[in-house]
Antibody, heavy 120, light 113 residues
Framework: QLQLQESGPGLVKPSETLSLICSLS??????????WDWIRQPPGKGPEWIAS???????YYNPSLKSRVTIFIDTSNNQFSLKLTSVTAADTAVYYC????????????WGQGILVTVSS | DIVLTQSPDSLAVSLGERATITCKSS????????????LAWYQQRPGQPPKLLIY???IRESGVPDRFSGSGSRTYFTLTISSLQAEDVAVYFC?????????FGGGTKVEIK
């Protein structure tokens, strides 16, 4: 059964870069059927889609974050990653990685999530 | 972006009673070429990630109890829990995947009365 696990620092200073890794177990990141996505959820709010990557390296970004976000895939280590630059307090959220189907573009499963707080 | 508006923000229902949540979309999510509504529902228990319940507006994910049902089309959708159980206490979100970026509703918190 596929599992995803986020890792990275839980505290980032304003104006710095947030970097997270999603590690897969129980399945391969090399799949023609799925995309690999990052989603965040500010405290008490609904989730917000950030970005998506395909095993080929193709990437897709939320236009609202595109200028600050990079997503990339590491097939040799069965991982994908997120970088978000110039963070502010508004970027404080639980960050999730998730698998997304090509057909019904739904998110399943999700990782447990990692709380990232932006504060000096 | 498509905006999804859920109501109510929260509701309290007695055990065994029905709970109904609505999700209104700012534009249609019905794709005419295949007659499918590009809408999903998720359940998020406290301290847990969202879990997929329903997709294509009315198809239950494998393993989801049949007390959960989804209905609606175009811009108006409902999630119904026919007989609320204690383990159903959670926040429920709708999500559209008709356009990019995919977007989520603000959530509805379901509690026991």
């Amino acid at each position: 059964q596929l599992q995803l696990q986020e890792s990275g620092p839980g505290l980032v200073k304003p104006s710095e870069t947030l970097s997270l890794i999603c590690s897969l177990s129980g399945g391969s990141i090399i799949s023609s059927t799925y995309y690999w996505d990052w989603i965040r959820q500010p405290p008490g709010k609904g989730p917000e889609w950030i970005a998506s990557v395909y095993y080929s390296g193709s990437t897709y970004y939320n236009p609202s974050l595109k200028s600050r976000v990079t997503i990339f895939i590491d097939t040799s280590n069965n991982q994908f990653s997120l970088k978000l630059t110039s963070v502010t307090a508004a970027d404080t959220a639980v960050y999730y990685c998730a698998r997304r189907s090509q057909g019904a573009r739904i998110f399943d499963p999700w990782g447990q999530g990692i709380l990232v707080t932006v504060s000096s | 972006d498509i905006v999804l508006t859920q109501s109510p923000d929260s509701l309290a229902v007695s055990l065994g009673e029905r709970a109904t949540i609505t999700c209104k979309s700012s534009q249609t999510v019905l794709y005419s070429s295949n007659n499918k509504n590009y809408l999903a529902w998720y359940q998020q228990r406290p301290g847990q990630p969202p879990k997929l319940l329903i997709y294509w507006a009315s198809i239950r994910e494998s393993g989801v109890p049949d007390r959960f049902s989804g209905s609606g089309s175009r811009t108006y959708f409902t999630l119904t829990i026919s007989s609320l159980q204690a383990e159903d206490v959670a926040v429920y979100f709708c999500q559209q995947y008709y356009t990019t970026p995919p977007t989520f509703g603000g959530g509805t918190k379901v509690e026991i009365k």
